[in-house]
């Protein structure tokens, strides 16, 4: 098992706003892994209200889950949206305007993916995250990358089509051509042809500049930096140091 990364670049939360629920479901292979919860309403809720008071739940939940209430007298089922993340042992949902009039007792139950995406999500993120550190870390600090939006959207790209993949059916096109975009991008700022906003780079963004000079009386590298007139700029990079000529500038002292 790998280390645990220091900084992931996006959330969970980012790559199912792009995926969606349809994108990221359960493989056939994966409904052992399903563990659903119930969510039951402990006080009424009437039409149009933007959150229910729930029993604590067991499992946290995405924003977009869909919860689909019954019970305690509904005629009809109603649907419920959730607008925002539901952690595990909350009591209060926050909702899209629920359509119709909600009783205390009613029960809505978590399909059970919720609790297996969260998992793959975050591998997702894992690996979208590694992948953009491979192309930009020679560059940059990981500390400051994780400060990018323009590093957010690209390993939440890599993210999504890994998780489509992950089902062994036609990544999306949108998701492949956004891929593309992004690996092209990647490949730029490794070259160094791309700079990524508001963060700085380990180096400076251009080449440093010296003036030299010759050292005839030196018996091996003769060539040396004239400090004063070149660029002062201090470099992030191993520097070559001449001990042989150390050494005999030493010596002939």
Do not use: H
Not at 99 to 120: E, F, H, K, Q, Y
Not at 140 to 161: G, H, I, K, P
């Amino acid at each position: 098992m790998p280390p645990p990364l220091a900084n992931l670049y996006c959330s969970p939360q980012d790559v199912f706003d792009v995926i969606g629920t349809d994108a990221a479901q359960l493989r056939e292979d994966d409904y052992n892994q399903a563990s659903g919860q119930s969510v039951a309403t402990t006080v009424a809720a009437v039409a149009g209200a933007t959150s229910l008071t729930v029993s604590a739940l067991q499992y946290g939940m995405l924003a977009g889950t869909n919860l689909l209430f019954g019970n305690a007298g509904l005629a009809t089922p109603v649907s419920v949206f959730l607008t925002a993340v539901a952690n595990a042992s909350a009591t209060s949902l926050t909702v899209a305007a629920i359509p119709a009039d909600i009783p205390s007792g009613a029960t809505a139950t978590d399909n059970g993916v919720n609790v297996w995406l969260a998992g793959m999500l975050l591998k997702s993120c894992k690996y979208g995250t590694a992948t953009v550190k491979r192309y930009t870390v020679n560059r940059y600090q990981d500390s400051d990358l994780v400060n990018s939006w323009s590093v957010n959207d690209w390993a939440t790209t890599v993210s999504a089509r890994w998780l489509a993949m992950r089902r062994y059916n036609p990544v999306p096109s949108q998701i492949e051509q956004k891929f593309q975009e992004t690996m092209q991008e990647l490949r730029m700022v490794s070259a160094g042809q791309l700079l990524i906003e508001d963060i700085g780079a380990r180096s400076p963004g251009w080449p440093f500049m010296d003036n030299l000079t010759t050292i005839d009386w030196l018996t091996w590298t003769k060539v040396r930096v004239e400090p004063i007139t070149s660029d002062p700029t201090p470099t992030q990079g191993p520097q070559f140091v001449d001990w042989n000529s150390v050494a005999s500038f030493e010596g002939i002292w």
